[in-house]
């Protein structure tokens, strides 16, 4: 059974920085697929990024240029580290995991969503 534990989520000033981490388990998922979505209330949710299982990352065009997502491969801990945040980046953000590998390119096939950590930016 995949599981995830996701954490760093809080409250930060615009402009500000936090890091998402998320804890992915278990090994086997390694070369998976992963990702990150957002999702505000009322709303669906919304792809933020990924990366594919030859290690290749993509971003939603919101967000290039100031989100990094990287991977640890030895612990698989995915994470978002996210600058220069904008109040329109609030949201509850999500992990997610591919149901297998996949070196197709962005959007990879979800099979697996954590319960999210919420990032809320203040003006």
């Known amino acids: 059974q995949v599981q995830m534990v996701e954490s760093g989520g809080g409250t930060v000033k615009a402009g500000g920085s936090l890091r998402l981490s998320c804890a992915v388990s278990?090994?086997?998922?390694?070369?998976?697929?992963m990702g990150w979505y957002r999702q505000t209330p009322g709303k669906e949710r919304v792809w933020v990024g990924d990366?594919?299982?030859?290690?290749?990352?993509f971003y939603d065009y919101s967000v290039r240029g100031r989100f990094t997502i990287s991977k640890d491969n030895v612990n698989n801990i995915l994470y978002l580290q996210m600058n220069n945040l904008k109040p329109e980046d609030t949201a509850l953000y999500v992990c997610?995991?591919?149901?297998?590998?996949?070196?197709?390119?962005?959007?990879?096939?979800?099979?697996?969503w954590g319960q999210g950590t919420q990032v809320t930016v203040i003006a």
């Open positions: 997610a995991v591919g149901r297998d590998t996949w070196r197709g390119g962005s959007w990879c096939p979800i099979g697996y």
């Open positions: 278990p090994r086997s998922t390694l070369e998976y697929c």
């Open positions: 990366i594919d299982s030859d290690g290749d990352i």
